[in-house]
Each structure stands twice: as structure tokens, then as C-alpha cells.
């Protein structure tokens, strides 16, 4: 199975902050790399594909980058409704897997 | 719009079956262009994919569950369901369906439609 690692665990950050969240996998998955948005007891949802496709809806202020094995989930400018937790997923081969999760809350 | 739906018991017996279907609605549980999957999630954990279906019945299971896991597909009812045996206090968790879409491309898959989720909790 490829492992997902993810920094930090969580984070505290201010409204208009810029975040930078993290995830590596155990081996090169090329851009077979999605994120994920969890808000508390709702299910989550998808924010980025392919390691830097936007899901249509999603809002700009998210992009993702890299490839291989490192890659990065970038909120541009925080906004209140963005306080939630961060999972990446790895979809080069099965079993699919999800990173640990990054908290992002309020500072 | 696509909507998704867990049900099933929330309480199940140690060494027992837990059984969830989940409901479609908005679209087909036959298109060719979707797998359909179940994930879980131990209170406060992270998330571990359970398996997958296509609607032609052909499977993809967690290799750590493939032993007590067994998905299924009822197209005529927009049904697809989760039997999973020999429960312990271990799978107590939120049990999720959701679509397994392709982009464009056709390489890249995730998850872009969920269900609300369902607690299942594993207890005597």
C-alpha cells in the first residue's frame, strides 16, 4: 500500500492568512493526487484533482502543486468558512488511500 | 443533482454482519462512467477506503479488509450495498458512499459526490 504523510497535523492561522499544507507519499504517484475539505459531521468534499485541477465550485483562493511524491494544498487568502480539516488521497493504484489530515482552526 | 444515501443499522453485535445500502438518486448506478465506493471513519480518525463497484458487478477491495468485505450492485433499485463480517469495536465508525469520477482524461480518478455518512457502532 502507498503510505500518505501529512504537515503539519494541524495549524492555526488568521483570516487573509496564506496556508500551506503538505503531502508526501511512500513512493512516486505521479499526479495521481487529490484534496480534500472535511467540515465537522458533514462528509467531505473534493477541492482539487490530479494534483492541481480545481473541482468546479471550488474557489480560486485553492490551488495544489507538485508531482512524484510531494505535493502541496495552498489557500491563498483564509476565510472563515475555510476552518475544516485538510485530507490528501492518493489514486495511483488501489488501495486508495488518505493522508492523516491536516486541522486548520482559528488563531 | 446527484445525491447519494447511507442506510442501515446503527448498531451492530460483536462477530456480527454489518450491512449498509446506499441509495442514488439524480443519475444512474449504471453509467459506464462512474465506480461507486464505501470509505470509513473511526470517530475523530482519517479516513480508509473500504472498496469499489462498477455497475457491471466488478469489484476493487482493501486488501486489509478483503476477507470479511463483499460489495454488491442492484441497478434495477439505483442500489449499491456493503456486507461487512466478523465485527469488532474496531469498525465502529462513519460509513460513507460516494461516485469514483474520471476527469476528462480518463486517468485521473476521486471522489466527487458523498453521502451524508451513517455511525455504525459496534457493541453488545
Known amino acids: 500500500d502507498i503510505q500518505m504523510t501529512q504537515s503539519p497535523s494541524s495549524l492555526s492561522a488568521s483570516v487573509g492568512d496564506r496556508v500551506t499544507i503538505t503531502c508526501r507519499a511512500s513512493q512516486s504517484i505521479s499526479t495521481y493526487l487529490n484534496w480534500y475539505q472535511q467540515k465537522p459531521g458533514k462528509a467531505p468534499k473534493v477541492l482539487i484533482y490530479?494534483?492541481?485541477s480545481l473541482q468546479s465550485g471550488v474557489p480560486s483562493r485553492f490551488s495544489g502543486s507538485g508531482s512524484g511524491t510531494d505535493f502541496t494544498l495552498t489557500i491563498s487568502s483564509l476565510q472563515p468558512e475555510d476552518f475544516a480539516t485538510y485530507y490528501c488521497q492518493q489514486s495511483y493504484s488501489t488501495p486508495f488511500t488518505f493522508g492523516p489530515g491536516t486541522k486548520v482552526d482559528i488563531k | 443533482q446527484l445525491q447519494l444515501q447511507e442506510s442501515g443499522p446503527g448498531l451492530v453485535k460483536p462477530s456480527e454482519t454489518l450491512s449498509l445500502t446506499c441509495s442514488v438518486s439524480?443519475?444512474?448506478?449504471?453509467?459506464?462512467?462512474?465506480?461507486w465506493g464505501w470509505i470509513r471513519q473511526p470517530p475523530g480518525k482519517g479516513l480508509e477506503w473500504i472498496g469499489n463497484i462498477y455497475y457491471s458487478g466488478s469489484t476493487y477491495y482493501n486488501p486489509s479488509l478483503k476477507s470479511r468485505v463483499t460489495i454488491s450492485v442492484e441497478t434495477s433499485k439505483n442500489q449499491f450495498s456493503l456486507k461487512l463480517s466478523s465485527v469488532t469495536a474496531a469498525d465502529t465508525a462513519e460509513y460513507y458512499c460516494?461516485?469514483?469520477?474520471?476527469?476528462?482524461?480518463?486517468?485521473?480518478?476521486?471522489?466527487?459526490?458523498w453521502g451524508q455518512g451513517t455511525l455504525v457502532t459496534v457493541s453488545s
Open positions: 490530479a494534483a492541481i
Open positions: 439524480g443519475g444512474s448506478i449504471s453509467s459506464r462512467s462512474y465506480y
Open positions: 460516494a461516485r469514483e469520477t474520471r476527469d476528462s482524461s480518463g486517468y485521473y480518478q476521486y471522489f466527487d459526490s
